[in-house]
């Protein structure tokens, strides 16, 4: 198949709900500004825990925006999940006419690292404090990863491809990858991203385990990558769904297109192994550029995995001069996320969004709470700093071993 | 030019049969392995009854770390991929281990694990806020569901994508699918791809018992998963794990390696109804089935054999019937159609793995798996289901198709010679 007739996947959509703003436009408004978001914890049960600040989700009411009888039977995650759909399909003006009348034409693809903690730890009390009698019929359908695909499919007609990618940070990426092949094979649009609510006490106990969490207790000390003070990393919840769609589908029906999916790949490189993640990293980028035609100094931004934890930052400072060369050096980096916590999947998925809004705006948001930095890198700190941006890389590693990078175009960038 | 993909090994663990020939003993003989639960006490629970693995981790190399770090899960996985990488004669030190990628699926991942230590620090079920200092410290372990793939990845030194996927009761057939377009796209040369989940545990024998979806058939278990027979009364809930190695066919046929047969097309669509419903019509299956012809360029008559998603509740074998008949017309009448699940019972996201181990070995045995248990039609299933005894058969392609909660409809079609 010539390029020509290739298919591109655009982004036409995006839906933030995200413990900094819960719609885009909030979003986006306290990321360019480097506003934090983390806080104290406040969730009920997690008091006495050694984990004290995360980015929660505080200025969203469920019920407000989603159907009792979805509600009910869903998590917190899949409200996140639900909540980002509508916002970014509303953004496309993608309505029911489109599924209706072509129910095939539209999937959903969710990444899912935590699953419906809440709603599970719930049905585990019931049933150890009660008896198996007592466990309710939405257990079933309500933790398990795939919810959150499920019923965006359900509660919006799509009959489309629908996946789950169960994973680390990087899967994030891996989804929109996903999103955008599926485009590439011939589905016209697909709702992508991921929402995670990870803050319930007993999820928050399973991730005591990870070396690379932050016990730190001050809000503006607890997340700080790439500075002599790194801690680690403060999880959040939230996420962020896009519309992935192709450029020729968008431009029949009229819908603007914001930005492109131009590249991606992924590699491993084993869990908590940082040092390795240089190496992997640096593939991951080299192998999306590849897949974007894209050349290293064409890269105006990047959105760096920022993990906080030394070893793991210097990986990703040298793993970006490897590959951008000289460049490297000049490029930009930020990392928006030490104003949201890192939400797991979610985290890359924002970065993304974030991205998207870069590119439109011609405005590079800073790394808030970061202000030396100790590594070779141009790292955006402070305001936003002003920038004609029309190609920007997102980075992700997850704690489980996995690299990602996606390149992405902005609307306005020829390819040849 | 468009790249194809073998089958060059394949490994399992599953109830009744460890490892491939053992395996496909069980599903050939027409014996079922399913029996009341002995993995904990079921007492209290409406279906008491699983089809579960006889698995000695360290009788399988596993070491006492490994045994120690994995959970049952993940066991299973690494012992079918230990033998799946051995059956393919691939020497992957010498591979470009950034070509090589894992592809795993699990429904449940870690929540077996969860569940046993959420006892412990919330003193039974008693405390919302949890004691912390009562926890393991591994347990991160268990709530990240990429532990899976990672594990493998370690095991075997991928570099490449690799990745869990979690579509309910379909990851097995999406995470052999997933594998499949990232070898068929270039993304990898080779790529393990398989499924495996553990989840014989209250919570999870609790969810399924609070919709009726398993089988009370306390009394007989043997007997209690019934797909298609009008007496059926629900699944039998099973366990374990399935691992294929697909690979680049050029690549596998430079090195000589004995090809089973070609993955050749794959589809997955929603059906936008119900997270644990069906429709009658069977319409997204049926879609599934067609876009994974295309794929494979083959005509709904070329297929000699359909594995079914067969799980022995009402609506799903009704669904599936008549969306077999929707796809393959006429043809469905002349193909015999089977589901194993009467024999090894119904182990969520690993299932789909299994049931394409199962169809690789039908090609290579040319001979159809049945459907035990099955006595008494049921007028609305009216296909060839294989009655309690394998057949011999001339088989090139074969189909699998499988349908989960959250409304996903996932098809896998395997050729053994394509001109």
């Not at chain 1, 819960?22 to 978001?37: I, P, V």
């Not at chain 1, 390795?276 to 590849?290: I, N």
Request: with cysteine; glycine share 10%.
């Amino acid at each position: 198949m010539s390029a020509a007739h290739e298919r591109r996947a655009a982004i036409t959509g995006i839906g933030v709900v995200a413990p900094n703003g819960t719609s885009t436009d909030t979003f986006w408004k306290a990321t360019q500004e480097g506003l934090s978001a983390l806080d104290r914890i406040t969730r009920e049960g997690c008091e006495h825990l050694p984990l004290k600040v995360a980015g929660e989700v505080r200025d969203f009411e469920p019920a407000a925006v989603i159907e009792e009888r979805f509600l009910v039977q869903t998590d917190r995650f899949t409200h996140y999940a639900m909540a980002a759909a509508d916002l970014a399909l509303d953004d496309a003006r993608l309505g029911k006419a489109d599924s209706e009348t072509a129910p095939y034409s539209i999937g959903v693809v969710t990444a899912a690292g935590s699953g419906g903690g809440e709603f599970g730890q719930r049905e585990l009390q019931r049933l150890w404090g009660k008896g198996s009698r007592f466990v309710g019929p939405y257990q079933s359908i309500a933790w398990f990863y795939a919810a959150s695909t499920g019923q965006i499919s359900i509660r919006r007609g799509f009959k489309g491809p629908c996946s789950v990618v169960a994973a680390d940070e990087a899967g994030g990426l891996d989804a929109l990858a996903h999103a955008a092949r599926a485009v590439k094979r011939g589905t016209d649009a697909i709702v992508a991203g991921s929402t995670e609510a990870p803050l319930a006490p007993y999820s928050m106990v399973c991730q005591l385990g990870y070396e690379e969490l932050s016990t730190v207790a001050e809000p503006d000390r607890a997340y700080r990558p790439f500075t002599d003070a790194a801690c680690g990393f403060v999880p959040a919840e939230g996420g962020a769904m896009v519309v992935v769609e192709a450029d020729d589908a968008a431009r029949a029906r009229g819908a603007e297109v914001r930005g492109f999916v131009a590249g991606h790949a992924a590699t491993f490189t084993g869990a908590s192994r940082w040092a390795e993640s240089r190496e992997g990293l640096a593939q991951a980028v080299r192998a999306a550029l590849d897949d974007a035609g894209c050349a290293p100094e064409e890269v105006d931004v990047v959105f760096a995995d920022a993990l906080g934890v030394p070893e793991a930052d210097r990986a990703e400072a040298l793993a970006i001069a490897d590959v951008l060369g000289a460049h490297g050096r000049r490029v930009p980096v930020t990392a928006p996320k030490t104003g949201t916590g890192r939400g797991y999947c979610a985290a890359p998925v924002l970065d993304t969004a974030a991205a998207v809004l870069a590119m439109e705006h011609g405005l590079i948001p800073p790394t808030p709470n970061v202000h030396d930095t100790v590594h070779d890198l141009d790292l955006v700190t402070g305001r936003a700093r002003p920038a004609e941006l029309r190609t920007a890389l997102v980075l992700s590693r997850g704690l489980m071993g996995s690299n990602s990078a996606l390149v992405l175009r902005h609307a306005a960038t020829d390819r040849a | 030019m468009t790249r194809r993909v073998a089958v060059t090994g394949i490994g399992i663990v599953a109830p009744g049969g460890i490892g491939a020939r053992a395996f496909w003993d069980l599903l050939s003989s027409g014996r079922t392995a399913t029996r009341g639960i002995t993995l904990f006490d079921p007492v209290g629970l409406r279906s008491r009854i699983a089809a579960e693995c006889d698995f000695d981790p360290a009788a399988y190399g596993l070491d006492a770390e490994q045994v120690e770090r994995a959970d049952r899960y993940i066991q299973f996985a690494l012992v079918a991929g230990d033998e799946a990488v051995r059956d393919s004669g691939l020497d992957l030190a010498a591979e470009n281990s950034w070509r090589v990628g894992v592809s795993l699926g699990s429904a449940v991942g870690g929540t077996t694990r969860l569940e046993h230590d959420y006892v412990l620090v919330s003193h039974g079920g008693q405390r919302w806020d949890v004691d912390h200092e009562r926890a393991d410290t591994q347990l991160h372990r268990a709530f990240s569901p990429s532990t899976l793939a990672s594990a493998m990845a370690e095991r075997f030194g991928a570099q490449g994508p690799v990745q869990t996927v979690s579509t309910g009761c379909t990851s097995g057939l999406d995470a052999v699918g997933y594998a499949f377009h990232t070898v068929e796209e270039g993304r990898a040369d080779i790529c393990i791809a398989g499924a495996s989940d553990s989840p014989i545990s209250p919570i999870t024998m609790a969810c399924f018992d609070a919709i009726k979806a398993t089988s009370p058939n306390n009394d007989d278990p043997a007997h209690a998963s019934r797909p298609f027979d009008n007496n059926r009364d629900g699944f039998v809930m099973g366990e374990g794990g399935a691992v294929l190695v697909l690979e680049e066919l050029e690549h596998a046929r430079a090195r000589g390696a004995h090809v089973y047969c070609e993955l050749s097309g794959y589809a997955t669509y929603g059906n936008a109804y119900h997270m644990t419903g069906l429709t009658s019509e069977g319409l997204e299956m049926a879609r599934a089935i067609e876009v994974a012809l295309d794929h494979s360029r083959l005509d709904p008559t070329a297929i000699d054999y359909v594995n079914a998603h067969g799980s022995g509740t009402r609506q799903n074998d009704r669904h599936e019937t008549a969306a077999v008949k929707r796809a393959l017309g006429q043809h469905a009448y002349d193909t015999p159609m089977s589901s194993i699940k009467s024999m090894v019972g119904h182990s969520l996201g690993a299932i789909g793995a299994i049931e394409v181990v199962a169809c690789v070995l039908a090609l290579a045995e040319q001979a159809v798996p049945p459907t035990a248990n099955y006595e008494i039609p049921d007028p609305e299933c009216d296909l060839d289901y294989v009655p309690r005894v394998a057949r011999e058969r001339r088989l090139n392609s074969v189909l699998s198709v499988g349908s989960g909660f959250g409304g996903f409809q996932s098809a896998v079609i395997l050729t053994r010679s394509r001109e």
